[in-house]
């Protein structure tokens, strides 16, 4: 596999305010890469860079063997680039907004707009002002703006932002068609659920790059095992549970506690470290780790 993404040391400040630092990482040919992080992370100052519309106060980056910086127009023009605010005209139909777009890509040939209209199954509205559009279609066609060009790297920000859950494993049933065709996916998300289907994982915080690998080694990492402890009263076993040297981390999970403990903590020690705060215990089960639990210890 080639490089499709490379940064080195990748850095840029505001005045005084940090919101990209020295962030290094590469990306592969082929791949379904996430950007995991909540809002004002970097993800979007990185992208920014990645795109040449940023400079980099420091480090550098290039896509697709272009630098960023100086190759920028180069860059934008093999890119597909959806943002993550829907970037159409209201007033004008799908196929015209499609049309309108394959026109600043250099896309000449009428037939590639009615083929990406069929190939994400937006036919039917073709005709339709995208004002009318529900936002699960407005999706699907701010994807087909950014395919319409047939770039290498397909860069998505942030795309399932405000649309229900069936739109989302739509949408992503679309990324991975797209990904069995060649195409390199980076995409920005919130989701935990959403990061769970990339095959690498950069997860951001405060513009670090705290981790760079699969959900499934990330996961493996945690320090210690997770459990699931219900318990009455809750805030109680909460507040005994922090002060104990073997707890890494423990917070609320619906009407339980979810706790990451020292590697060699027991279900016995859980139990006499609540129950000796004169809580009573329901359960302790241990429970697989997720990507949030990643996260938090890492953002911890």
């Known amino acids: 596999m080639s490089a499709v993404i490379v940064t080195e040391h990748l850095t840029r400040r505001f005045g005084d305010f940090v919101a990209v630092d020295d962030v290094s ?13 909540p ?11 990645l795109l040449g519309l940023l400079r980099p106060s420091a480090g550098k980056a290039s896509v697709l063997g272009f630098d960023c910086t100086r190759q920028a127009e180069i860059v934008r023009a093999r890119v597909g680039y959806m943002s993550q605010k829907f970037s159409l005209y209201q007033e004008l139909t799908a196929r015209e907004n499609l049309a309108f777009y394959a026109g600043l890509y250099g896309v000449t040939d009428p037939q590639r707009v009615i083929g990406i209209l069929a190939e994400l199954d937006l036919t039917s509205v073709a005709e339709l002002p995208v004002q009318t559009l529900s936002a699960g279609w407005k999706q699907r066609l701010a994807l087909a703006t950014a395919l319409v060009h047939r770039p290498n790297l397909l860069i998505l920000d942030e795309p399932t932002s405000g649309v229900d859950p069936v739109a989302r494993r739509t949408f992503w049933d679309l990324i991975y068609d797209r990904v069995s065709q060649g195409i ?12 769970e289907y990339c095959e690498r994982l950069a997860v951001m915080r405060s513009g670090r790059l705290l981790a760079w690998d699969s959900p499934a080694v990330l996961k493996a990492r945690l ?38 403990t020292q590697p060699e903590t027991t279900v016995a020690d859980l139990q006499h470290a609540i129950t000796s705060a004169g809580v009573a215990v329901s359960r302790i089960s241990p429970v697989r780790p997720t990507l949030e639990d990643v996260f938090l210890m890492l953002a911890g």
């Open 25 to 37: 990482l590469t990306v592969e040919s082929g791949q379904v890469v996430g950007c995991l992080g």
């Open 39 to 49: 809002n004002g992370s970097g993800k979007t100052t990185t992208i920014r860079m």
């Open 184 to 195: 390199t996916v980076l995409v920005t998300t919130h989701y935990m659920d959403e990061a």
């Open 223 to 260: 320090p210690g095992p997770v459990w699931q402890v219900t318990a009455e009263p809750l805030e109680v076993a909460l507040a005994a549970l922090q002060d104990r040297p073997e707890v890494l981390r423990v917070g609320l999970d619906s009407d339980a506690l979810r706790v990451i």
